[in-house]
């Protein structure tokens, strides 16, 4: 759809000034995978109450909205081999990196951060060379 | 409680602005990510429009010692470009080519993202939880070659 780049802005904005709100309030970079990471093998359970509030507001307010809008679909692929590999590969990734597209992508990079700048570099050739691999190639996803 | 509050609050609107943005949307992820098909550009107006208010808030932050709560403003990282860097970030877009889905939008598209979405979290925090041992391993390999 031709304004798709317009919600894709506003959207980007707000993402952005969420980021703005977690730096200048609580003093910390939102970093999705780091959030949840730091929960999950505990070496952020010193911080857990500040986690838990940012998922839990990230998990229940976005379905708050979804019925403005006629249909929402991630349209997600229905093979569970493709999104259980794929998962896997998401966790132990930015795990290993210390970070995903918020984190390296949008906190690194608006900082001027060399290693959030190689990151994306790196996450996006990853992600180009999967899709030609796996969909072009072997035609799995 | 201040800190929950403001915490919540972040992550409701970066929620939203990832419904909004449409990056809750699988095939919008691939289809940036996959220059040889039907090449989709709204990844990068989401990615720059996220960047304006980032970049003007490191502005404000670098002229204050603390945040508002008082937590010292967070350093830039001292670690270097490094191995796990490299091949954490290379296999972490794989995953995210192979299901066009983030950490973020993994979480934020859990209420209406059907069994797919609810797997593909678990698979991913699985694998979080296995990484401490995945790295020492990394680190022992890379010892004896």
């Given at each position: 759809m031709e304004q798709d780049w317009i919600w894709g802005l506003v959207g980007g904005l707000m993402i952005g000034s969420a980021g703005a709100l977690y730096l200048l309030?609580?003093?910390?970079?939102?970093?999705a995978s780091g959030i949840l990471g730091g929960l999950v093998d505990r070496t952020g359970w010193s911080t857990a109450a500040e986690r838990l509030a940012f998922i839990l507001g990230l998990i229940a307010i976005p379905p708050l909205i979804?019925?403005?809008?006629?249909v929402v679909d991630?349209?997600?692929?229905?093979n569970m081999a493709v999104i259980v590999a794929a998962g896997l590969l998401v966790g132990i990734g930015t795990r290993l990196a210390n970070g995903c597209t918020s984190g390296h992508g949008v906190c690194g990079i608006s900082r001027l951060s060399l290693r959030g700048l190689v990151a994306t570099v790196f996450y996006l050739l990853g992600g180009g060379l999967a899709l030609v691999l796996f969909r072009h190639v072997l035609g799995v996803v | 409680m201040q800190r929950a509050i403001f915490s919540f609050l972040s992550g409701a609107l970066f929620g939203v602005g990832l419904l909004v943005s449409g990056m809750v949307d699988t095939t919008k992820v691939q289809g940036w990510l996959d220059?040889?098909?039907?090449?989709?550009?709204t990844l990068a107006f989401v990615m720059g429009g996220a960047i304006i208010p980032m970049a003007v808030a490191w502005r404000i932050a670098k002229?204050?010692?603390?945040?508002?709560?008082?937590?010292?403003?967070?350093?830039?990282?001292?670690?270097?470009?490094d191995r796990d860097l490299v091949l954490g970030s290379l296999l972490f877009g794989a995953g995210w080519g192979l299901a066009g889905l983030c950490p973020g939008p993994a979480l934020a598209s859990l209420?209406?993202?059907g069994a797919g979405g609810l797997v593909f979290l678990l698979a991913m925090m699985a694998g979080m939880f296995a990484t401490p041992a995945i790295r020492t391993r990394i680190e022992r390999l890379a010892e004896t070659t």
């Open positions: 309030v609580n003093g910390r970079v939102m970093g979804v019925p403005l809008y006629e991630t349209h997600i692929t229905g | 220059v040889f098909g039907d090449w989709d550009p002229r204050r010692e603390t945040a508002i709560l008082g937590t010292p403003i967070p350093f830039k990282s001292e670690l270097r470009v209420g209406f993202g």
